[in-house]
């Protein structure tokens, strides 16, 4: 992992009076999204919001769309639990459809503006990476319960399966701005499932 990488895991887990200045920031930027959008943020308006000086928003975070960045994939990472129903058609289910609630939301329709708009640095390169590097870690769970259930076999690429259930949802929020109806996500788990080799 890079320096920069490292640097996002750090302002993930911070400690101290880190943490203070990271909360009191992250709370600041996610009111503006909530209130006007996130086109609103700015560092200014931020800094008097938390109380944190713009330098040291600057310092930690370099550029307004590195900070937004960092806040929406940490909102997302809190919000977007991993299920545990006891099996995989239940897990995929659930992971699902809070994910399609999720990206209703401001905060997540933000995500997907960020996401749509931002132009690639370095920086906002490597957050986005390690945000989906530790959410694929995270998703294998669900299916490594399943074998351990003996629902598939140990040889599952998890990365893929959840490709595989996600993207659609993204696309249809994204593009299409089609429903995610529950007939439109039984359908992506069967597909998942089939991929997997379980039984539908």
């Known amino acids: 992992m890079n320096e920069a990488a490292v640097n996002h895991e750090k302002r993930r ?57 960092d806040v929406l994939l940490t909102a997302s990472e809190r919000t977007l639990q991993i299920p545990d129903t006891g099996a995989l058609r239940g897990d995929l289910t659930a992971f699902a459809t809070a994910l399609d609630g999720y990206l209703k939301t401001a905060v997540g329709q933000g995500l ?23 959410r694929f ?3 294998a769970a669900i299916f490594d319960r399943a074998a351990e259930r003996s629902e598939t076999t140990t040889d599952v690429d998890a990365r893929t399966a959840i490709e595989i259930l996600v993207a659609p949802i993204h696309f249809r929020h994204l593009l299409t701005r089609q429903p995610c109806d529950p007939e439109f996500v039984d359908s992506l788990v069967t597909a998942v499932m089939a991929y997997c080799g379980a039984a539908s």
């Not at 996610?30 to 209130?35: F, G, H, K, R, S």
Request: without cysteine; charged residues 30%.
């Open 13 to 69: 887990r911070p400690g101290g009076r880190a943490a203070k200045v990271t909360e009191a920031v992250h709370r600041a930027v996610l009111d503006v999204v909530l209130e006007i959008g996130v086109e609103k943020v700015g560092i200014p308006d931020i800094s008097r919001r938390s109380g944190v000086q713009d330098s040291t928003i600057y310092r930690r975070w370099g550029t307004r769309e590195n900070l937004v960045l």
């Open 112 to 134: 997907l503006r960020v996401f749509s708009s931002i132009v690639d640095s370095p920086d906002t390169a490597d957050a986005r990476n390690a945000f989906w590097r530790h």
């Open 137 to 139: 870690q995270t998703v």
